[in-house]
């Protein structure tokens, strides 16, 4: 996608917006965190046992929601809290891209 794609306004399908990523639910909510955190989005509401964030990212409420997939699978899902999926998709592909990153780093580390 180009830069002005994902910064423009537009209807954004549910499965752009849900990920399974190959880290447990719990290594994928601390770095979901720090994904948000890292995009410069403000988070308003963590609920850590359920695995819940809310956050606001261009005057708009996102909820991203941590499950587990398998023991070694972790699916995060970033949803609008107003229910419309008029937005930037450039919020959920970059909160994704930085957990991608983080986790290839992460991998390479290990022996």
Known sequence: MSLSTLITTQNVPF???????????TSLFYLTIAAINANRFDITE???????IMFTAVNKQFIANISNVNTNQGMLKITPADGSYYFQPGI???????????????QAVVF
Do not use: A, H, M, P
Not at 15 to 25: A, L, Q, R
Not at 92 to 106: E, G, P, V
């Open 15 to 25: 499965e752009n917006c849900t990920k399974v990523f190959n880290t447990d639910n």
């Open 46 to 52: 963590i609920q850590s046992s359920s695995g819940y």
């Open 92 to 106: 959920c592909l970059n909160i994704f891209r930085y957990i991608d990153l983080n986790l290839n780093k992460k």
